[in-house]
């Protein structure tokens, strides 16, 4: 079946640090992939996307390539603000699952001053 | 971006009683609309998916006499948790579907904290 897999966090940066969050996932085919964030107490919210191999997603300074021979979709941003913090999800639907999400575990972005 | 509401925000029941969950589209209609649950620091498990006039198709594993899915509008899925007893305190979340103008993206709802004590 479909899994997401991303780096535990959280992780802590300083303001204008540079950002990494890994992602992997295992599909049959060829799977949509997503990050969304969720900001605390509000719902998740889509960031960005690629729908396929070598396609980048980017949306607010944040950007992510699709990589089908490594299976990964790694969320960089090059300097990160304070208001970054949220908790990052990546998250994969395969095609003709009616918009049907397999989400990874999330990663928690605290930014620091 | 379209909005999807969920209410309430938290709610706090004594074990045995049932609780209700709303999930409503906003500005557009959804056919389609989605049910999650998460556990601290685990992802987000798909419970069901909800089709408006239809049944619910629930996934493997989540009982549907447990967890009742109403999706009697193009705007509104309700999930009812029955019989509540601690072990479903958790962090539901819904989704619904727009399929209008041209896209199909899910919307998410901001979640409820179920807490039964």
């Known amino acids: 079946g479909n899994s997401v897999t991303q780096m535990e966090g959280p992780v802590t940066l300083s303001e204008e640090a540079f950002l990494t969050i890994n992602c992997t996932y295992t599909?049959?085919?060829?799977?949509?992939l997503f990050w969304y964030v969720q900001y605390p107490g509000e719902g998740l919210q889509l960031l960005l996307k690629?729908?396929?191999?070598?396609d980048k997603g980017s949306n607010k300074g944040f950007e992510a390539t699709y990589r089908k021979e490594t299976t990964s979709f790694h969320l960089e941003k090059g300097s990160v603000q304070v208001s970054d913090s949220a908790v990052y999800f990546c998250a994969l639907k395969s095609a003709g699952t009616a918009s049907k999400l397999t989400f990874g575990t999330g990663t928690r972005l605290q930014v620091t001053l | 971006g379209a909005v999807v509401s969920q209410h309430p925000s938290w709610v706090i029941c004594k074990s045995g009683t049932s609780v209700k969950i709303e999930c409503r589209s906003l500005?557009?209609?959804?056919?389609?609309m989605f049910w999650y649950r998460q556990f601290p620091k685990q992802s987000l498990m798909l419970m069901a998916t909800?089709?408006?006039?239809?049944?619910?198709?629930?996934e493997q594993g989540v009982e549907k006499d447990k967890f009742l899915i109403n999706h009697a509008s193009l705007t509104l899925s309700t999930l009812t948790v029955t019989s509540a007893h601690p072990e479903d305190s958790s962090f539901y979340i819904c989704s619904a579907r727009d399929q209008g103008q041209g896209i199909d993206e899910a919307f998410f709802g901001q979640g409820t904290r179920l807490t039964v004590v």
């Open positions: 909800s089709n408006e006039g239809s049944k619910a198709t629930y």
């Open positions: 599909a049959t085919g060829y799977p949509s």
């Open positions: 690629a729908t396929k191999a070598d």
């Open positions: 500005d557009f209609q959804a056919t389609t």
